[in-house]
Nanobody, 126 residues
Framework: QVQLVESGGGSVQPGGSLRLSCTAS????????IGWFRQAPGKEREGISC????????YHADSVKGRFTISRDNAKNTVYLQMNRLKPEDTAVYYC???????????????????WGQGTQVTVSS
């Protein structure tokens, strides 16, 4: 059974850091793409970062560039999102998703992804 599980969310003060993990089971992430998305109440789901597992291509949205870093560990079938200098506007439910049809690169569009995790809450507040 294909499954993605996020972990690492929580509450943090502005300026703090969190590292999210996305671990896949039931399939290998090699030759796939993994995206991180977030959705705040009343807002659309936003693609913030992605990585092509074949070629290591990465993308970070302008809203998180320079603060968030996506990385992969093929041996652990896991993708990480290191989030530094967090802001209150980063508060959202964060989801990881897998695009199993792509050969290389990655997309920031949620419509390109077939498998989704359950989400993990990130709250940035003083």
């Amino acid at each position: 059974q294909v499954q993605l599980v996020e972990s690492g969310g929580g509450s943090v003060q502005p300026g703090g850091s969190l590292r999210l993990s996305c671990t896949a089971s039931g399939f290998t992430l090699v030759s796939k793409a993994i995206g991180w998305f977030r959705q705040a109440p009343g807002k659309e789901r936003e693609g913030i970062s992605c990585i092509g597992m074949s070629d290591g291509t990465t993308y970070h949205a302008d809203s998180v560039k320079g603060r968030f870093t996506i990385s992969r560990d093929n041996a652990k079938n896991t993708v990480y999102l290191q989030m530094n200098r967090l802001k209150p506007e980063d508060t959202a439910v964060y989801y990881c998703a897998a695009d199993v049809t792509i050969g290389y690169g990655c997309s920031d569009s949620p419509y390109e992804y077939q498998h989704w995790g359950q989400g993990t809450q990130v709250t940035v507040s003083s």
